[in-house]
């Protein structure tokens, strides 16, 4: 077999066929020569590593082109979107709250001295923060992917632009083009990124660690699934009146399958622009709308506060009134969109909600701990249904502005 064949046989081999591919050779891998599966973590590293790097450039020149091209007969449909990012992040709040209290957890607290991470004290510091996080040094941000900052330097230097001549204008266009151009090449390194991820996951995981907060994890990936496959399609249907379930696996399964093994929305913004290239979507309108929702659609984000938070609550032997339920409800919502905006991300708002029922902050950081030990699939779970609603929801808006326009 010479390398021409294998060049062509590759090209005409689906990007997620080869990623599924990558996703098997890894388990066997890790299965069949767990010695070997460290060795190859280099591969699931350095893809990481791509998309990371690559992404807050990528998200910074594209809503820069896109605004400073922006027609206002033309209007983008981010409104509409923003309304679905809400009710969605909300709606999962819903049901983690639900489903805690159908399926209570009971838990054996661990030790959280290990955890050096301090979290906020109230919902006002997690907003404080993301507002903060605004007028971050564009220079700083980029370099911190602080995607608050970036998208907020991004709109102003395109509202500026819209003002500068049509050379400059241009030259804003193809570096668009261009920073497209890489993404598409790194993308091309799925199947062997997540080879490595995969691998190396299985063989360091393992399962006797996890299977002693099996129930936790079933309450979680459970509420997920309820999301994911009912709570997100109904929303679809309720935008483009048609049968949903082939957008949303569609995005399930080209989104939320390389974000639950990079564990990263901001690394999988890359990943979202190009479906959402695939899928025709508006430019203008997904350009800024994938970025934002990488920071505040955080529907796994709202189920992760309020089933760990249950949890613990269950496990003190603490009664729910339904009015404290409905407040941790909104309090997982509102702690889910500035989830980004915390060094730690949604764990580390778990005290926060735990307050609500009077639960000590050393009580709450041990679950917090326990957070940190399923992590491997709660991060992960959490991520792919995080990221993969983004495209879905602006996928979704923009079908049915464009039947409603009659194109």
């Known amino acids: 077999m010479n390398l021409s064949y294998f060049t062509s046989l590759l090209n005409r081999t689906g990007l997620v066929v080869q990623i599924l591919i990558g996703m098997l050779a890894g388990v066997l891998l890790a299965l069949l020569a767990p010695g070997w599966a460290g060795k190859v973590s280099l591969l699931g590293e350095l893809f ?33 979107i923003l309304v679905l990012y809400l009710v969605g992040t909300f709606g999962a709040a819903v049901i983690a709250v639900i489903a805690s209290l ?12 290990d955890i050096a991470a301090v979290p906020p004290a ?7 923060t993301l507002v903060l996080s605004m007028v971050a040094n564009p220079v700083q941000a980029i370099a911190d992917a602080n995607f608050i900052g970036i998208l907020a330097w ?11 001549s049509d050379t400059t204008r241009r030259v804003m266009h193809d570096l668009a083009d261009s920073v497209s151009w890489i993404i598409r090449w790194v993308i091309r390194l799925a199947p062997l990124g997540i080879f490595g991820l995969v691998a190396t996951t299985v063989a360091e995981a393992g399962l006797s660690t996890l299977g002693n907060y099996l129930h936790l994890l079933l309450v979680l990936l459970g509420s997920m699934l ?40 901001a690394a999988n913004i890359p990943v979202n622009m190009e479906l959402a290239k695939r899928l025709d979507l508006d430019y203008a309108t997904y350009s800024v709308s994938i970025p934002l929702g990488a920071t505040i659609n955080m529907a796994g984000a709202a189920i992760t506060i309020g089933v760990l938070t249950l949890a613990a ?10 009015g404290t339920a409905v407040l941790l409800c909104v309090v997982s919502a509102v702690c889910a969109c500035g989830a980004s905006g915390v060094a730690g991300g949604s764990l580390l708002l778990i ?15 041990r679950v917090v701990a326990i957070g940190f030990i399923i992590g491997v699939l709660q991060d992960s779970a959490e991520t792919a249904l995080n990221s993969s609603t983004d495209v879905l929801f602006t996928a979704a808006s923009d079908i049915a502005a464009k039947r409603q326009a009659g194109i």
Request: with cysteine; proline share 6%; glycine share 4%.
């Open 102 to 113: 159908m399926f209570p957890t009971q838990l054996v607290l661990v030790n959280a001295a």
């Open 122 to 128: 109230e919902v006002n510091d997690v907003l404080k």
């Open 154 to 164: 991004a709109v102003g230097l395109g509202i500026a632009l819209r003002h500068a």
């Open 351 to 365: 005290p926060l909600a735990c307050s609500l029922f009077g639960i000590d902050t050393d009580t709450s950081m």
């Open 226 to 265: 309820v999301v994911a496959l009912l709570l997100n399609p109904l929303l679809v249907w309720w935008k483009i009146r048609s049968n949903p379930y082939p957008l949303v696996l569609r995005c399930l399964r080209e989104s939320g399958i390389t974000a639950f093994f990079t564990r990263s929305s």
């Open 313 to 322: 609550v269950h496990t003190l032997g603490i009664d729910v009134s339904f």
């Open 48 to 80: 990481i590593s791509a998309l990371k790097s690559v992404a807050p450039v990528l998200v910074f020149i594209l809503v820069t082109a896109a605004i400073s091209r922006y027609d206002s007969e033309q209007p983008t449909h981010i409104r509409p």
